[in-house]
């Protein structure tokens, strides 16, 4: 009897691509604030009296709704995305989204 290829729990698949796609608007939202100074920042502070609460809480909101929305939305077990995958998906978007910010930073200063 052979072990069937393991499987992702449709929760599991959407929340792990949310996380993927937080990590990368993250290191978006920072070059944003940094880019406009006189609009999203100041804008960021009146929403909650500091741009980082702000910043923390969109990044939290996109996770979440995005999590719940692709975990509900997929009617098939995990996309059909190998088991396998998901980390290699996740551990990408976080250097895109290290990278991002880092890369700004070096050619901004």
Same mark, same amino acid.
Request: proline share 6%; hydrophobic share 50%; with cysteine.
């Given at each position: 009897?052979?072990?069937?290829?393991?499987?992702l729990s449709r929760s599991t698949v959407g929340f /792990? %691509?949310? $996380? &993927?796609?937080?990590?990368?608007?993250? =290191?978006?939202?920072?070059? *944003?604030?940094? +880019?406009?100074p006189n609009r999203v920042l100041p804008w960021m502070r009146n929403l909650t009296g500091h741009?980082?609460?702000?910043?923390?809480?969109?990044?939290?909101?996109?996770?979440?709704?995005? /999590? %719940?929305? $692709? &975990?509900?939305?997929?009617?098939?077990? =995990?996309?059909?995305?190998? *088991?396998?995958? +998901?980390?290699?998906?996740?551990?990408?978007?976080?250097?895109?989204?290290?990278?991002?910010?880092?890369?700004?930073?070096?050619?901004?200063?």
């Amino acid at each position: 009897m052979e072990n069937p290829k393991p499987t992702l729990s449709r929760s599991t698949v959407g929340f /792990g %691509l949310s $996380l &993927a796609v937080s990590a990368i608007f993250n =290191g978006l939202l920072v070059i *944003a604030k940094e +880019l406009s100074p006189n609009r999203v920042l100041p804008w960021m502070r009146n929403l909650t009296g500091h741009h980082w609460t702000t910043h923390c809480l969109l990044v939290l909101v996109v996770f979440i709704v995005l /999590g %719940l929305f $692709l &975990a509900r939305g997929n009617r098939s077990a =995990g996309f059909g995305l190998p *088991a396998g995958k +998901l980390p290699a998906i996740i551990v990408s978007a976080t250097l895109i989204g290290i990278l991002t910010i880092a890369g700004f930073y070096l050619i901004v200063g």
